[in-house]
C-alpha cells in the first residue's frame, strides 16, 4: 500500500511538472496579450524546435523490430476504432461539423508535448524512443486521416501528402531513423545539443498551449458532443485499447506506454485543422481545455491501476 501511495504521489508531482508550463504560457498571454504572438511560437515550435524532440527521440535506444512494430500497432488500432465509431457519428449528429469532431477529435492526442515528457516522468527516459514513435504516427494520423475527416472529404489526397511532407519533424525523423538503423552514433557534444533542443521544444510547446487556453471564450456548451467525445477520449478509446492489447504479445511496460499515449487530451492540432475547415474551432478550442483539466484526474487514476 505504501508503495502505491508513493507512486501515486509521483505521479501527481510528474503532472505539476508537465503542467506548469502550461499555466506559465496562459499567465504570460493574459498578462501582455497581443505581445505574446502566439502563430510566431506555433512556427518557431513546429518548424525548428519539433524536429529536435524527434531526432533525440531516435538517439535515445538502438531501433529494433520490437520498436517499430510499436507506431504500426498504435496506428492499427486507430484504424480498428474508427471505424465503428465514424459509423456511429453520422447517427449521432446531423450536423456534419458535429459529426466530424466526434469522429476524430478523440484519436489526435498530445502525444508529444504531453506524452513524451509525462513518459521520461513516469517511465523514464527508456520510454522516450517509444513515445517518439507514436508522435511520428500521430503526426501522420493528425495531418492525414485528421486533414480528410475535419475538411468532410474536400481535402485532395495529393495536396494532403504535400502537407504532410512540408513537417519538418516528418524528414527529419526519417533521416534520424534511417542513421538509427545504419548504427551512426552521435558524439556527446551532439547528443547533449539534441537534448537541449528537444527539451526546449517540448517547454516551448507546453508554454505555446497554455498561450492557446488563455484565448478561449465559452460561449455555449453543446452537452450531447462534449460528454461525447471526452468520453470517448477518456473511457472508450483506452478501454477498447487495453481489450486489444490483453492478448498481444507485447511486453507490459510498452502496453502502459501506449494505453498512457491514447489517454493523452486532445492536441492543439485539433484547432488548427477545425480552423482550417472552418470546423467550428470555438468548440473543437473548448474541447481541448476541458480535456487538459480532465488529463490530471485521469492519469492519476490510470497510475494507480499501473502501481497495483
Same mark, same amino acid.
Given at each position: ?21 502550461? !499555466? ?13 504572438? &502566439? ?14 524532440? &524527434? ?16 507506431? !504500426? !500497432? ?57 513515445? @517518439? ?17 475535419? &475538411? ?25 531513423? @534511417? ?47 462534449? &460528454? ?12 477498447? @485499447? ?42 473543437? @478550442?473548448?474541447?481541448? !481545455? ?19
Amino acid at each position: 500500500m505504501l508503495d502505491i501511495i508513493v507512486f501515486m504521489i509521483h505521479i501527481f508531482s510528474s503532472i505539476v511538472f508537465v503542467y506548469i508550463f502550461i !499555466l506559465i504560457g496562459f499567465i504570460a498571454k493574459s498578462i501582455f496579450k497581443e505581445k505574446i504572438d &502566439s502563430r510566431t511560437l506555433t512556427i518557431t515550435s513546429v518548424y525548428f524546435m519539433q524536429p529536435f524532440v &524527434s531526432v533525440w527521440g531516435f538517439s535515445t535506444a538502438k531501433l529494433s523490430v520490437e520498436h517499430l512494430y510499436i507506431p !504500426l !500497432l498504435y496506428l492499427g488500432i486507430i484504424f480498428t476504432l474508427l471505424l465503428p465509431i465514424a459509423f456511429f457519428a453520422k447517427r449521432l449528429f446531423k450536423d456534419p461539423k458535429e459529426s466530424a469532431i466526434f469522429t476524430i477529435a478523440g484519436f489526435v492526442g498530445n502525444t508529444g508535448n504531453i506524452g513524451i515528457p509525462l513518459g521520461i516522468a513516469l517511465f523514464g527516459e527508456q520510454s522516450v524512443i517509444y513515445t @517518439t514513435l507514436i508522435n511520428i504516427a500521430n503526426v501522420i494520423v493528425i495531418y492525414g486521416l485528421g486533414a480528410y475527416v475535419y &475538411s468532410r472529404g474536400s481535402f485532395n489526397i495529393k495536396q494532403s501528402i504535400i502537407n504532410m511532407l512540408k513537417i519538418p519533424i516528418l524528414p527529419a525523423s526519417l533521416v534520424a531513423a @534511417t542513421l538509427n538503423i545504419l548504427g551512426v552514433n552521435y558524439i556527446s557534444e551532439i547528443k547533449e545539443m539534441l537534448k537541449m533542443g528537444a527539451y526546449h521544444g517540448i517547454v516551448l510547446q507546453l508554454f505555446l498551449l497554455g498561450t492557446f487556453l488563455q484565448t478561449i471564450k465559452i460561449k455555449e456548451i453543446n452537452y450531447k458532443l462534449f &460528454s461525447g467525445v471526452l468520453g470517448l477520449k477518456f473511457i472508450a478509446i483506452p478501454l477498447l @485499447t487495453y481489450l486489444i492489447l490483453i492478448p498481444l504479445p507485447v511486453d507490459s511496460f510498452v502496453k502502459n506506454i501506449l494505453l498512457m499515449q491514447m489517454l493523452t487530451p486532445l492536441a492543439v492540432a485539433n484547432i488548427n485543422l477545425a480552423s482550417l475547415y472552418n470546423c467550428k474551432p470555438d468548440v473543437v @478550442t473548448a474541447l481541448i !481545455l476541458f480535456s487538459t483539466l480532465l488529463f490530471i484526474g485521469v492519469i492519476a487514476t490510470f497510475g494507480y491501476f499501473v502501481a497495483l
